[in-house]
């Protein structure tokens, strides 16, 4: 299985910030990655396909880039409403794996 | 609008089976595949399986191989994700996700709508 981790775990940061959050996959998966957003009690909400395709309706303060076994997500400028957990998700081989997720709290 | 709409919570002893339903509504069912994603409490999420649309393709993870089966009713554009054999560790949220089976619209296998999550608690 291919492991997907995320680092940090927690970050700490305030509105306005710019926030970078990454995600090792343990081999190659080409651009085969998402990024999920993910609040209390709520399903997971798709932020980023293909490495650095936008959801539609998703702010473009949100950015992703990488490919091969390093991705990263960028919020450009952290608004109140960002604060939450994220996920990394690769869909290049079965079976399809996640990040533990990193959560994006207050300072 | 697009939704899928869950099955309320379970609770069940060890060795039970449990069946979860998904509704689609807001889209044409036959046009796109389901994933079966499960969250123990404060994990991240686990992928399970996806089914298409017609029925006739599923793929599960090797992990669920044997206690997982999912099916579909298109008559009712409702999915199901039936496990077995239940076990303390399968207590969950478990989400049904949207996915472009397709791939009409170039998104690949990503989940772009979700259900509400269903809560499985496997307790004696």
């Known amino acids: 299985d291919i492991q997907m981790t995320q680092s940090p775990s927690t970050l700490s940061a305030s509105v306005g910030d710019r926030v970078i959050i990454t995600c090792r996959a343990s081999?190659?998966?080409?651009?085969?990655l998402a990024w999920y957003q993910q609040k209390p009690g709520k399903a997971p909400k798709l932020l980023i396909y293909?490495?650095?395709t936008l959801e539609s309706g998703v702010p473009s303060r949100f950015t992703g880039s990488g490919s091969e076994t390093e991705f990263t997500l960028t919020i450009s400028s952290l608004q109140s409403d960002d604060f939450a957990t994220y996920y990394c998700?690769?869909?290049?081989?079965?079976?399809?794996?996640f990040g533990q997720g990193t959560k994006v709290e207050i300072k | 609008q697009v939704q899928l709409v869950q099955s309320g919570a379970e609770v069940k002893k060890p060795g039970a089976s449990v069946k979860v339903s998904c509704k689609a509504s807001?889209?044409?069912?036959?046009?796109?595949?389901l994933s079966w994603v499960r969250q123990a409490p404060g994990q991240g999420p686990e992928w399970m399986g996806w089914?298409?649309?017609?029925?006739?393709?599923?793929n599960y993870a090797q992990k669920f191989q044997g206690r997982v089966t999912l099916t579909t009713d298109t008559s009712t554009s409702t999915a199901y994700m039936e496990l077995r054999s239940l076990r303390a560790d399968d207590t969950a949220v478990y989400y049904c996700?949207?996915?472009?089976?397709?791939?009409?619209?170039?998104?690949?296998?990503?989940?772009?709508?979700w259900g509400q999550g269903t809560m499985v608690t496997v307790s004696s």
């Open positions: 293909k490495a650095s």
């Open positions: 807001g889209y044409t069912f036959t046009g796109y595949g």
């Open positions: 089914i298409s649309d017609q029925n006739d393709n599923t």
């Open positions: 996700a949207r996915m472009d089976y397709y791939d009409t619209s170039g998104k690949g296998d990503v989940f772009d709508i």
């Open positions: 998700h690769q869909y290049r081989s079965y079976p399809w794996t």
């Open positions: 081999q190659d998966i080409s651009s085969w």
